[in-house]
Every structure is written in structure tokens, then in C-alpha cells.
């Protein structure tokens, strides 16, 4: 919904000028502990990794799987906070320019208050938000929530649709967002899976004819073949549980940044061979 520079957009804009498809690595903010998750951040971006998705971790995760769930238990009982991650993403911002949305449920945001969140996580160097139990419907009668003050804050508002969502009510909610559009591959929670949902690559290009933003598949993408596949129709990649199920497996070594690095290394190169 807005024109005015970010790096999100840049990002896109040069992967498409390349005719290169995007990789997106998600991982719980806080997991295992903060500092060790800005340094898996910061491995995954040296990786190739052109976007970070960043938990906030929250006690009642609606919309994750079990994996997930565990991430957000981990780094709640190391202390990980809201502010917290937000010092996560300066530290992020220290060191590397690549760009950082925020994946979040709304309570921590309504408990700092929703003004104060994205005027310090832009000035933390975030460059979107997504809710995931926010509607668009209801945003509209926030005053505080509307899209109109993540567009002001400098933020990207990142909509989700998913496999069931009419093309109607896509058209809409893509209208009121930016960046990206988030392509729930699957109907459920977040999770690996065997097998690449069947219909995306139809799920995706019926989304070609609803909105103008890059579309990113994610939900159950977790091997290179299965990204690979959904690369072929989507202009971006989520991998999500795959990468954070490593950080709960290697959490107690010292070389745990690298060990995550190198799983995703292969997820990452077998996007970044697709031709647009």
C-alpha cells in the first residue's frame, strides 16, 4: 500500500530486476536465549537468507505447531520479552542490512501499547509487521491497528491468505498491505510436512490476477525439493519450523549458529536456482 522506500521492497525489487526468487527464514525471536538468536539471524542472513521473519514469542501461540509452540516456551522461560527482541533486531541492524518483519500475536503488542511498538520497531530497524490473529476487518476499527499506522511508522503491514481465502476477500486484503504476500500453503497450523500442499502453484497463480505485490509461500516447506517446487510459482520461500526445529536440536552448542546455517544452506540454494 505504499511507495516509500524500505529494504523489503528493495529486496524485491532487485530479485525481480535478477529474475531470482527470494528465500525467508523464520526463527523465534529469544530462542534458545537472545544473543544466540541475533547470531543465527545474522548466520542465516550471511547464508542468503534476503528476508528474516522474527517470532515474538508469546505463551499462546494459535497458529504455530507443536515446533513452534517449544521455540516460544524456550525463549519465554530465557527471559525473551517484546523489548527484548527489539534489541534483538538493533543487534541484527548493527551488522548486517538484510530485512526484518516481525511475525507477532497481538497481545504483546497491545501490552507495550501498538503506537509505541511501531515507532521503536521501526527505529529498532524493522522494516514490517505481521499479525497473525489480527483480521483486516477489525484493524479497520482500530485507530491504532489500521494500516495507515504501520504505513506511517515506515513498517510494511504483511498480509496473510490462505488456501480457502476467496479471490474477492484476497484482492482485499492484499490491498491493505505491503511488502509481501504471505501464501499459507496449507490449511492448519505451522509445521514440516511430508509433501508440498496440493493446488499451491494453482493457489498462486489465481493470487497473480488479486494483487501486484510478491507472493511468498509458506507453512510445511522444510526440503530443498519441496522448496524448489513451490519456488516455481511463488517469488519467495518461507521455511520456518524446519530451521527453528534445528535450533531446538543444537541449542546447547557452541557452534549452534553455524549448525542452522548449514541446514538452511541447501533449502536456500535450491530457491535461489529458480528462474524467474
Given at each position: 500500500?505504499?511507495?516509500?522506500?524500505?529494504?523489503l521492497?528493495?529486496?524485491?525489487?532487485?530479485?525481480?530486476?535478477?529474475?531470482?526468487?527470494?528465500?525467508?527464514?523464520?526463527?523465534?525471536?529469544?530462542?534458545?536465549?537472545l544473543?544466540?538468536?541475533?547470531?543465527?539471524?545474522?548466520?542465516?542472513?550471511?547464508?542468503?537468507?534476503?528476508?528474516?521473519?522474527?517470532?515474538?514469542?508469546?505463551?499462546d501461540?494459535?497458529?504455530?505447531?507443536?515446533?513452534?509452540?517449544?521455540?516460544?516456551?524456550?525463549?519465554?522461560?530465557?527471559?525473551?520479552?517484546?523489548?527484548?527482541?527489539?534489541?534483538?533486531?538493533?543487534?541484527?541492524?548493527?551488522?548486517?542490512?538484510?530485512?526484518?518483519?516481525?511475525?507477532?500475536?497481538?497481545?504483546?503488542?497491545?501490552?507495550?501499547?501498538?503506537?509505541?511498538?511501531?515507532?521503536?520497531?521501526?527505529?529498532?530497524?524493522?522494516?514490517?509487521?505481521?499479525?497473525?490473529?489480527?483480521?483486516?476487518?477489525?484493524?479497520?476499527?482500530?485507530?491504532?491497528?489500521?494500516?495507515?499506522?504501520?504505513?506511517?511508522?515506515?513498517?510494511?503491514?504483511?498480509?496473510?491468505?490462505?488456501?480457502?481465502?476467496?479471490?474477492?476477500?484476497?484482492?482485499?486484503?492484499?490491498?491493505?498491505?505491503?511488502?509481501?504476500?504471505?501464501?499459507?500453503?496449507?490449511?492448519?497450523?505451522?509445521?514440516?510436512?511430508?509433501?508440498?500442499?496440493?493446488?499451491?502453484?494453482d493457489?498462486?497463480?489465481?493470487?497473480?490476477?488479486?494483487?501486484?505485490?510478491?507472493?511468498?509461500?509458506?507453512?510445511?516447506?522444510?526440503?530443498?525439493?519441496q522448496?524448489?517446487?513451490?519456488?516455481?510459482?511463488?517469488?519467495?520461500?518461507?521455511?520456518?519450523?524446519?530451521?527453528?526445529?534445528r535450533?531446538g536440536?543444537?541449542?546447547?552448542?557452541?557452534?549452534?549458529?553455524?549448525?542452522?546455517?548449514?541446514?538452511?544452506?541447501?533449502?536456500?540454494?535450491?530457491?535461489?536456482?529458480?528462474?524467474?
Amino acid at each position: 500500500m505504499s511507495t516509500d522506500p524500505n529494504r523489503l521492497d528493495a529486496t524485491f525489487a532487485r530479485l525481480r530486476a535478477a529474475g531470482k526468487k527470494g528465500f525467508i527464514a523464520y526463527l523465534g525471536g529469544g530462542d534458545p536465549d537472545l544473543p544466540r538468536s541475533a547470531e543465527v539471524a545474522l548466520a542465516l542472513a550471511e547464508a542468503g537468507a534476503d528476508v528474516l521473519e522474527i517470532g515474538v514469542p508469546f505463551s499462546d501461540p494459535l497458529a504455530d505447531g507443536v515446533v513452534n509452540q517449544l521455540s516460544a516456551s524456550r525463549a519465554l522461560a530465557a527471559g525473551a520479552t517484546l523489548p527484548g527482541v527489539l534489541g534483538m533486531v538493533r543487534a541484527i541492524r548493527a551488522k548486517s542490512e538484510v530485512p526484518v518483519v516481525l511475525f507477532t500475536y497481538l497481545n504483546p503488542v497491545y501490552a507495550m501499547g501498538a503506537a509505541r511498538f511501531f515507532t521503536e520497531a521501526s527505529a529498532a530497524g524493522a522494516d514490517g509487521v505481521l499479525f497473525l490473529d489480527l483480521p483486516p476487518d477489525e484493524a479497520k476499527f482500530h485507530e491504532e491497528l489500521h494500516p495507515a499506522a504501520v504505513q506511517a511508522a515506515g513498517l510494511r503491514l504483511i498480509r496473510l491468505v490462505a488456501p480457502t481465502t476467496p479471490p474477492d476477500r484476497a484482492r482485499e486484503i492484499a490491498a491493505s498491505g505491503g511488502g509481501f504476500l504471505y501464501v499459507v500453503a496449507r490449511e492448519g497450523v505451522t509445521g514440516e510436512q511430508a509433501e508440498l500442499a496440493a493446488g499451491l502453484g494453482d493457489q498462486l497463480n489465481a493470487l497473480r490476477a488479486a494483487t501486484d505485490l510478491p507472493l511468498a509461500a509458506g507453512f510445511g516447506i522444510s526440503t530443498p525439493a519441496q522448496a524448489r517446487a513451490a519456488a516455481e510459482h511463488a517469488d519467495a520461500v518461507v521455511v520456518g519450523s524446519a530451521i527453528v526445529r534445528r535450533v531446538g536440536e543444537h541449542a546447547g552448542q557452541p557452534d549452534l549458529a553455524r549448525r542452522v546455517a548449514d541446514f538452511a544452506r541447501p533449502l536456500i540454494e535450491a530457491v535461489k536456482g529458480m528462474a524467474e
